[in-house]
């Protein structure tokens, strides 16, 4: 199941990112006009044809890394820009919010409603905008179809699988932690008791089978209370959802400073780029179109984000790998680390997407 988790990352991760756009357009006054053409601008990289097509393929989840930098491409590819640091914290506020969404869903078709509470928000962005509502729309349907068909037990494994993604991820957040579902340590603290699964039973017996089929019933006192599911949720382009999660979570100044600290470990790995092939090709079709300086603005996603021009970064900050230089032993495992995540992950992982993304602007 595996094969089809890309669509829940991809619309989750992307709903969770114009969330927080949002907010901190309107935070910093950003004119209407402009704001809405970030917004428009994204949805459409997001929601193309040719993209929706191969996202909907049923292929293995893309690198970390390279998933990571679609992102970055995605928030990039209107007349805003953002600093390093200024992505790195909206990219983790991204992960950290749809991990949360995953761990406290209480089935895999909850996991499904979720991202479509996601794209029923991003029409809401674009309501202005008929085409790009009704890319949404396709969206919806397309997504729909995919997982129609699918059984409890398989959209169960989706979820699984979308947690072992997650779990070396803990960043903290400071919307989590003041409302007591995270640790100081970055990892959350799940809900006990509250709606149950569609079709789930509370709490509350014991049965005992026997031999011929027939069984015996203990009851014993629950600890919590439990409530019945109001339904199983639509899976419609306009369906009621049932359950709240992926709706937006960002109040008035939410989403500002809200990354605190990161605790996952890290590998040092300053001024280079780990899949730079793959976003040179991916940003030919999400900036197609040169902008010129006077028609693009930055937008400071967090208070203490440094004052940093992005399109002249110093040169000690661009690290140049040579795999043939004798005696630069750091460099050498920097290499061989690279070769054994992509034997790990797959080494074709993106590429297909990448390079239809690439030919298109051809």
């Known amino acids: 199941m595996s094969t089809r988790s890309l669509p829940v990352l991809f619309f989750s991760l992307g709903g969770e990112m114009l969330y927080i756009l949002d907010q901190r357009l309107k935070a910093q006054k950003i004119p209407p006009d402009r704001a809405l053409k970030v917004i428009l601008d994204i949805v459409g990289r997001m929601l193309e044809d040719k993209c929706i097509k191969e996202i909907f393929r049923a292929q293995q989840v893309f690198s970390k890394r390279a998933l990571k930098n679609i992102f970055e ?45 996601h794209l029923d928000a991003i029409r809401g962005f674009v309501a202005l905008s008929p085409p790009h509502v009704a890319m949404v729309d396709k969206a919806c349907r397309t997504f729909k179809d995919f997982f129609e068909s699918q059984s409890s037990a398989q959209l169960m494994h989706l979820r699984h699988y979308l947690l072992l993604l997650f779990q070396d991820t803990n960043k903290k957040v400071s919307i989590f932690l003041k409302n007591n579902s995270q640790l100081p340590s970055g990892r959350f603290v799940l809900p006990v008791g509250g709606p149950l699964p569609y079709a789930g039973e509370a709490p509350g017996v014991i049965r005992y089978l026997n031999r011929v089929g027939s069984y015996t019933e ?14 199983a949720g639509s899976l419609d382009v306009h369906g009621d959802r049932v359950t709240k999660l992926g709706c937006n979570m960002y109040g008035a100044d939410t989403a500002e400073s809200s990354v605190t600290e990161t605790v996952s470990k890290q590998v040092p790995v300053e001024g280079y780029s780990f899949v730079k092939d793959e976003l040179d090709l991916l940003q030919r079709l999400l900036m197609p179109r040169p902008l010129s300086e006077g028609n693009t603005f930055k937008l400071k996603l967090f208070l203490d984000d440094p004052d940093e021009d992005l399109e002249r970064l110093p040169s000690q900050d ?22 054994s995540l992509e034997t790990e992950n797959g080494a074709s992982m993106g590429d297909d997407l990448l390079d239809l993304l690439d030919s298109a602007t051809h």
């Open 318 to 339: 661009v690290l140049h790998l040579n795999p043939t230089v004798k005696g630069k032993a750091q460099l050498q495992m920097i290499m061989n680390d690279l070769i």
């Open 73 to 117: 491409q995605l928030a990039q590819s209107s007349i805003m820009k953002l600093n390093k640091t200024a992505m790195d914290k909206l990219y983790d506020l991204m992960i950290m919010a749809v991990k949360y969404q995953v761990l406290i869903s209480k089935s895999g078709r909850e996991v499904l409603l979720s991202t479509l509470n």
């Open 218 to 231: 203990e009851s014993f006192i629950r600890a919590h209370c439990y409530e019945l599911a109001e339904g």
